[in-house]
């Protein structure tokens, strides 16, 4: 079985500032994970991905993660906050099985403050 | 056009009510998801449709019922709901294994 951990239900950050969302995720088999983004009343967008290779990632938006498989951690992370930035942000794992089933984290939303 | 548009967005219904939600997704994907998020709860897999097979079905109440016609459609027939039925409902679709998932704007739905 495999399960996802956001640490923290609100992270709250000054426009400019360092955005860290945290992310830890237990699984069988190696991970396919994902950051995705939540505007409010919309769908969820990909922000970025982790499948095979370097554990740097970046995404859309200035977003970056980095896969560390010694602490099973895939933590989101961004220079420098914008308002636009705000929004809820949910990690998710996928099993590799023969259609991606992903399984969310709880969510964590992302204030900015000016 | 969006890649995966649902319809209707928002919805309010009686527990004695019939309705349905459609799904279409223009991505040329193979599988097809129901999910549905409620406050403060994870995001919670319903319902997956691979090359229009139902392949899982995650314990989800008779009272909803999910079909796929066809590669590009999938719907979700509700009867007989309640109130903590009331959730973002949302659609979504992939290519194959080890790609991502792409979601539609989800429906609002109200159970009065």
């Known amino acids: 079985a495999q399960s996802v951990t956001q640490l923290g239900s609100h992270v709250s950050v000054s426009e400019g500032a360092l955005v860290l969302l945290r992310c830890n995720y237990s699984s069988s088999v190696p991970p396919y994970l994902f950051w995705y983004v939540q505007y409010p009343n919309q769908g969820l967008q990909l922000l970025l991905k982790?499948?095979?290779?370097?554990?740097l990632v970046k995404g859309i938006n200035g977003f970056e993660a980095e896969f560390k498989k010694s602490e099973t951690s895939f933590h989101l992370t961004k220079p420098s906050a914008h308002m636009s930035d705000a929004a809820e942000y949910f990690c998710?794992?996928?099993?590799?099985?023969?259609?991606?089933?992903?399984?969310f984290g709880k969510g964590t939303m992302l204030l900015v403050s000016p | 056009e969006t890649g995966v548009t649902q319809t209707p967005r928002h919805l309010v219904m009686g527990m004695t009510n019939k309705k349905s939600l459609k799904c279409e997704q223009h991505?040329?994907?193979?599988?097809m998801y129901w999910y549905k998020q409620s406050a403060k709860k994870p995001l919670e897999l319903m319902f997956v449709?691979?090359?229009?097979?139902?392949?899982e079905n995650n314990s989800v109440p008779s009272r909803f019922s999910p079909e796929c016609p066809n590669s590009s459609h999938l719907f979700l027939h509700l009867h007989t709901l309640q109130p903590e039925d009331s959730a973002l409902y949302l659609c979504a679709s992939s290519q194959t294994a080890n790609t991502e998932a792409f979601f539609g704007q989800g429906t609002r739905l109200t159970v009065v």
């Open positions: 982790y499948t095979t290779g370097a554990t």
């Open positions: 991505l040329g994907h193979n599988a």
């Open positions: 449709y691979s090359l229009e097979e139902r392949v």
């Open positions: 998710a794992v996928s099993d590799l099985s023969g259609y991606s089933t992903l399984t």
